[in-house]
């Protein structure tokens, strides 16, 4: 069975920054691209990253390139995204996901909250 | 970006009837390569998001098949037959041809 965990949500200020985690088990994590995808409360989805199998390429939108990265430790199972300078407008469930070619999202893990306020 | 139009924004429906959603696109979703990567999802109320169809009209693992995609270019539509009380929650229509990915605002389902 796919799990994916999300970890590191929380409460943060503005500026300042937050690392989430997700843990992924029942299936060869190495094999699949991964993403983030974030909803903020009571609002639709919105993508926010995907990394290759390998960790070789990331891409991102606009609203949070230069300030998120994306990264993966294969050995480890696990994904990551590190959010620096954030925002208000950040506040969401941040979703980690594996994905299927081309963007579409397989499948969900649970979710963890960020609230980005002083 | 492309932009996703979806409508209606809710929808009331009773049990065992049938519902239509939309989702049109601002830019063709033909990628390159020939295929076409609209998906949908279904938000139900205090969960995370599942992906019921990938690719137009392709159920994934363990989806009913009384939900069917169809559609072309830019035009989507999602049909849910035999609605039940599980169906109940957001819509979402998902577009991965072009980045930034990006998705419809949500179609809400409700029970008449």
């Known amino acids: 069975e796919v799990q994916l965990v999300e970890t590191g949500g929380g409460l943060v200020q503005p500026g300042r920054s937050l690392k989430l985690s997700c843990v992924a088990s029942g299936f060869t994590f190495n094999n699949y691209w991964m993403s983030w995808t974030r909803q903020a409360p009571g609002k639709g989805l919105e993508w926010v990253a995907s990394i290759t199998n390998s960790g070789g390429s990331t891409y991102y939108p606009d609203s949070v390139k230069g300030r998120f990265t994306i990264s993966r430790d294969n050995a480890q199972n696990t994904l990551y995204l590190q959010m620096n300078s954030l925002r208000s407008e950040d506040t969401a469930t941040y979703y980690c996901?594996?994905?299927?070619?081309?963007?579409?999202?397989?499948?969900w893990g649970q979710g963890t909250l960020v609230t980005v306020s002083s | 970006d492309v932009v996703m139009t979806q409508t209606p924004v809710s929808l009331s429906v009773s049990l065992g009837g049938q519902v239509s959603i939309s989702c049109r696109s601002s830019?063709?979703?033909?990628?390159?390569?020939?295929?076409?990567?609209l998906s949908w999802y279904l938000q139900k109320p205090g969960q995370s998001p599942q992906l019921l169809i990938y690719?137009?009209?392709n159920r994934f693992s363990g989806i009913s098949d009384r939900f069917s995609g169809s559609g072309s270019g830019t035009d989507f539509t999602l049909k849910i037959s035999r609605v039940e009380p599980d169906d109940l929650g957001v819509y979402y229509c998902g577009q991965g041809t072009q980045y930034p990915y990006t998705f419809g605002a949500g179609t809400k389902l409700e029970l008449k």
């Open positions: 996901t594996r994905d299927g070619s081309y963007g579409w999202f397989a499948y």
């Open positions: 830019q063709s979703l033909v990628h390159n390569n020939g295929n076409t990567y």
């Open positions: 690719k137009v009209s």
